[in-house]
C-alpha cells in the first residue's frame, strides 16, 4: 500500500512541468548499460532493474506486444501522451473497472500502430518519499513516430520521463512518459466550428489522394467509425477503431482509390462538425475502368472537436 501511494505521488510530479528531475549524476553505469544516479552505487538491485527496463525498451521499439506487457505489473498503471488527440492518457495495465479504461494492451497496439519508438538512455536508482529508492528509474533522450513526422515535428523530448518497479523488481509498476505541457501544446481551443472542421477534412482529402497514410491517420480519432456502402464493383465495409482503419486504407491506398475532384462543404449551421464531400471514385467492372459519384460525410469529435471520428460513405 505504501509503494502504490510512493508510485501515485512519483507520477504525480513526472506529469506536471517544473518539478524536480532526478539528476544523472556521475557516469557510474551497470554492466548490463544503465546509467546509475547520483547516491548509488553498482549493485545487484540496479542490475535487475536495467534488465527489467531493457527489455521493455527493446520490446517496445520491435512492436513485440506479448513481451512488454510481461514486464508490466497487473496492478499497476502509467500516464502517456497519446499524440493523435493531444492528451494524457491513464494506462491501465488490465482491465478492472468500466469501458472507459484505457488498458495497457489497447494503449500499446495505438502505439505500435503509429511505429512509436524510443531513443533512450535508462536511468536507474532515485528519490521516493525523500529517499532513496533502487525501484525508481527514469529516462532521458526522445521518442519518434509517424503522428509527429506528419506535423513535421521534431522528436518528442522524454526527459523528466519516470517510473518505479514492483516490490521484487521483476516488473514495471507504474511509469510516466514526459510531462502534459509538451503534451498538450498542439490542442485547438475547445468546441466545433466550421473552419476547424473544413481545415481537417481537407487535411484528410489531401493526403488521402496522395495516399500518406501517416497524414491520413493523422486527423482521425482514435474510436474512428468507418462506412463504406460500396457499390456494384466494390465490397462495402464497416470499421471501428484506428488501428482497423489503417488496415483498410492501406487496401484501398494499393487498389489506387482517390476521392477526385472533391466539393466540401458545411451543409448546417447548427452542425459544425459534420462536413459533406462529393467526390469521384475510380472503380473497375472485368477490364473497362469506370467512375462513380460519391458522397462522404464527415464528424468531428472529442474533447476539441479537431479529429474525424466518423467517415460514411456512399454512391449518389
Not at 524510443?118 to 509517424?146: A, K
Not at 492501406?250 to 466539393?263: C, K, M, N, Q, S
Not at 449551421?269 to 459519384?293: C, E, K, N
Request: glycine share 8%.
Amino acid at each position: 500500500m505504501i509503494l502504490r501511494f510512493g508510485l501515485a505521488l512519483l507520477l504525480l510530479g513526472a506529469l506536471l512541468p517544473g518539478t524536480r528531475r532526478v539528476s544523472a549524476g556521475p557516469a557510474l553505469t551497470t554492466p548490463n548499460g544503465c546509467v546509475v544516479n547520483q547516491g548509488f552505487t553498482v549493485s545487484s538491485d540496479l542490475v535487475r532493474a536495467c534488465a527489467v527496463l531493457r527489455t521493455y525498451v527493446s520490446a517496445y521499439n520491435q512492436g513485440d506486444l506479448q513481451t512488454a506487457l510481461s514486464v508490466l505489473d497487473p496492478s499497476g498503471y502509467s500516464f502517456d501522451c497519446d499524440f493523435v488527440w493531444n492528451q494524457v492518457d491513464k494506462i491501465w495495465r488490465e482491465k478492472s473497472g468500466g469501458p472507459a479504461r484505457m488498458t495497457a494492451a489497447r494503449w500499446l497496439r495505438d502505439r505500435f500502430a503509429e511505429h512509436d519508438r524510443f531513443r533512450v538512455t535508462i536511468m536507474v536508482g532515485g528519490v521516493m518519499d525523500d529517499s532513496l529508492s533502487p525501484l525508481v528509474f527514469g529516462f532521458t533522450g526522445v521518442r519518434s513516430n509517424d503522428v509527429l513526422a506528419a506535423r513535421g515535428e521534431p522528436p518528442y523530448d522524454l526527459m523528466g520521463s519516470k517510473g518505479v518497479l514492483n516490490d521484487r523488481e521483476t516488473r514495471i509498476l507504474g511509469m510516466t512518459l514526459g510531462d502534459s505541457t509538451n503534451c498538450a501544446r498542439y490542442r485547438y481551443p475547445a468546441g466545433a466550428s466550421a473552419e476547424r472542421t473544413r481545415a481537417v477534412v481537407q487535411a484528410f482529402l489531401d493526403a488521402y489522394n496522395a495516399h500518406d497514410l501517416p497524414r491520413v491517420l493523422q486527423t482521425l480519432s482514435k474510436d474512428v467509425s468507418y462506412r463504406d456502402g460500396g457499390s456494384a464493383h466494390r465490397m462495402s465495409a464497416m470499421l471501428e477503431g484506428k488501428v482497423a482503419m489503417e488496415h483498410r486504407l492501406r487496401v484501398l491506398f494499393r487498389a489506387g482509390d482517390v476521392l477526385g475532384d472533391p466539393t466540401l462543404t458545411i451543409p448546417d449551421a447548427d452542425r459544425p462538425s459534420l462536413a459533406v464531400v462529393d467526390a469521384a471514385r475510380p472503380t473497375s467492372a472485368g477490364s473497362r475502368a469506370q467512375t462513380i459519384h460519391v458522397r462522404v460525410v464527415f464528424v468531428l469529435g472529442g474533447p476539441h472537436d479537431d479529429h474525424i471520428r466518423s467517415v460514411s460513405l456512399s454512391a449518389r
